[in-house]
């Protein structure tokens, strides 16, 4: 059997192992999602591993968990903990392995109208994404319910799929993608299990497919956590099939990925150095040129500046599993309880990418800008 067969499974565990080894799972520093996706790892290889999760009580931490965003919510105007994509996932994971959760509370948090689907008043795909995944899982759970209350709860789950369905949609780009390249894998899973709330005219899933193979031939997806997400997608497969009775080991179909061709953004005889522009933006704008060699990334350049200038430059870095996460300039620390946070810019537009990623060119002005989300 070839190797791609355990691709999208492989990624699934890799991503989610890479915040702490998997002694460490019951540990509570981690956060609802990282333990929700741990769960959804461990259950899709279904051996020992599946065991894990109930001798462990996973489900009883993730309960925990789900409840301390809930508490920090009511403390703090709506806002969680972390945010609504490890809700979803939560969700998802307890309503799969059969955890405890309340449909009527599901259905009041996951409500479109909710703050935390929006980034600067934008509808954010992969949160909107998530949702769909683990509203669909609870309504499948729902179908069959005999109260009155069970009945309410489907009506409105199911109305809260048809209108973040409706959201997703509107988020279609002219090449296909859906949000943007990193959303677009979660964005067809989500609309893979709620095609009774589309016609098949308002998505062609194909040139959506064919732009992100083209996206992954140009070498977009080499971060882990970026290529477990499509990978699941491009094997037809969803978050929600991780409880389905297939084993990582049993034969999951013909899948090649196209080669990655060679980076052509640097010509091999191009200056060795560059230089940008590179600000610090608070109320104040804070500015200076750096000079680094070509394929630095983000990073590269904030370490530069940093050397010129501690105290205007200086600045925090935490690992993620998208990469380094800038968490503080200048001592000014990003909180998700305001929705502050530190926001990447190149010429004034927002970046997709992180500061380990993010490769700059020349006479580029790059800003981080203390932004409220
Ligand atoms: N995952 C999470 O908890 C993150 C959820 C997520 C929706 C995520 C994108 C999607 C995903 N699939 O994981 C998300 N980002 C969130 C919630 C956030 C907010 C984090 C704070 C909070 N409340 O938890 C916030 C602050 C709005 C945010 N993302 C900021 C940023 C910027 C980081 C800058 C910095 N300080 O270092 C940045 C770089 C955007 C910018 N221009 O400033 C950013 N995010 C990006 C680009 C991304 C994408 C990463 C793509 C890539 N190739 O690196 C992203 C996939 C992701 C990670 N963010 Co946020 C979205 C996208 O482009 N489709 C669960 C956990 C278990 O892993």
């Known amino acids: 059997m070839g190797q791609s067969h355990l691709l999208p499974i492989l990624g699934l565990l890799f991503f989610s192992l890479i915040p702490n080894q998997l002694c460490k799972i019951c540990g509570s520093n981690l956060s609802s999602g990282q333990l929700a ?3 959804l790892a461990l259950g899709a290889c279904r051996t020992a591993d599946e065991i894990f999760i109930y001798e462990n009580h996973l489900l009883g931490h993730l309960e925990n968990k789900l409840q301390a965003e809930i508490e920090n919510m009511k403390a703090h105007d709506g806002s969680p903990l972390t945010n609504y994509y490890q809700l979803g ?28 689907y929006y980034f600067h008043g934008q509808f954010t795909v992969d949160t909107g994404a ?37 959201k997703i949609l509107s988020e279609k780009k002219e090449n296909g993608l859906i949000g943007n390249t990193f959303s677009t894998g979660t964005a067809m899973q989500a609309l893979f299990v709620s095609s009774d709330h589309y016609k098949e005219s308002e998505w062609n899933c194909q040139q959506t497919l064919d732009t992100i193979l083209k996206e992954i031939s140009q070498g977009a997806f080499t971060l882990p956590a970026a290529a477990a997400q499509v990978l699941t997608t491009l094997m037809g497969k969803t978050y929600l099939d991780v409880d389905k009775d297939f084993s990582c080991a049993s034969g999951l179909g013909n899948f090649n990925i196209p080669s990655h061709e060679p980076d052509t953004t640097t010509p091999p005889n191009s200056p060795t150095n560059i230089s940008v522009h590179y600000s610090v933006k608070i109320s104040e704008i804070y500015s200076t040129t750096i000079t680094v060699p070509s394929g630095s990334v983000f990073l590269d350049v904030m370490e530069e500046a940093r050397k010129k200038n501690e105290t ?3 600045f925090t ?14 001592g000014l620390k990003a909180n998700n309880n305001d929705r502050t ?14 500061v380990g990623n993010y490769v700059v060119h020349n006479s580029e002005g790059l800003e981080v800008r203390w932004s409220k989300y």
């Not at 870095?317 to 200048?330: F, N």
Request: net charge positive; aromatic share 8%; proline share 2%.
């Open 130 to 166: 998530m949702a769909v995944l683990a509203l669909t899982c609870v309504k499948r759970g729902l179908i069959n319910g005999q109260t009155k209350t069970d009945k309410k709860d489907l009506r409105s789950i199911d109305d809260h799929i048809q209108s973040l369905v409706k």
């Open 312 to 314: 205007v430059f200086g």
């Open 37 to 39: 996706l741990i769960t």
């Open 341 to 354: 946070y530190w926001e990447l810019l190149s010429n004034g537009r927002s970046l997709s990418q992180g």
């Open 317 to 330: 870095v935490e690992q993620s599993s998208w990469g380094p996460y800038i968490t503080s300039v200048q």
């Open 89 to 116: 996932l939560g969700v998802l994971a307890l309503c799969l392995f059969r955890g405890q959760y309340s449909t009527s509370q599901v259905a009041e948090l996951f409500a479109p109208e909710n703050k935390n």
